[in-house]
């Protein structure tokens, strides 16, 4: 979003993540997504963080399933990709002969509306799909350890 908002500073202030705690975090700490109606990505988790999807424009379908579903969503990775593991299974139409467990998952859907804000928690597995035309913007929140039971935010 920096690269394409560069001429603009201002825009990057308007993206302001800390009312919802986040201080510091801005449009430089940003993506925006912008897709036509039926275009997605594929179910994937991405490996660090969590994330933090504003919609602005239009609605958009997200099919989440929890971290305990990992092997019921043939994990694969992609080449040159280090930042996500995606799934094997079509989610929209599964090949249930060929991905058995799938049946056994668990998905959560939500269909975001304009104006809401979508929690992703930390390895939780999402396909996103454009209902219409669809704008939105998140940030990832990096998470390091910093011992047993307590993470802190980057």
């Known amino acids: 979003m920096k690269d394409a908002f560069q001429k603009y500073p ?3 202030k308007e993206i302001d993540w800390g009312v919802l705690g986040l201080t510091g975090r801005d449009g430089n700490n940003s993506t925006i997504w912008i897709g036509s ?5 594929n179910c994937h988790y991405d490996t660090y963080g969590f994330n933090l999807v504003a919609q602005i424009y239009g609605r958009k379908r997200w099919i989440l399933f929890p971290p305990s579903d990992t092997n019921k969503l043939y994990p694969t990775r992609l080449p040159y990709e280090e930042s996500s593991v995606f799934s094997s299974v079509h989610i929209v139409n599964p090949d249930l002969k060929k991905h058995l467990l799938f049946r056994e998952c668990h998905p959560y859907i939500v269909d975001l509306q304009p104006g809401q804000v979508l929690y992703v928690p930390r390895h939780w597995w999402h396909h996103v799909e454009c209902l219409e035309p669809s704008v939105s913007i998140n940030t990832w929140v990096e998470m390091v350890r910093t011992g047993i039971q307590s993470l802190v935010f980057l």
Do not use: D, F, L
Request: aromatic share 12%; net charge negative.
């Open 37 to 41: 109606e039926g275009c997605y990505t």
């Open 10 to 12: 201002h825009v990057m």
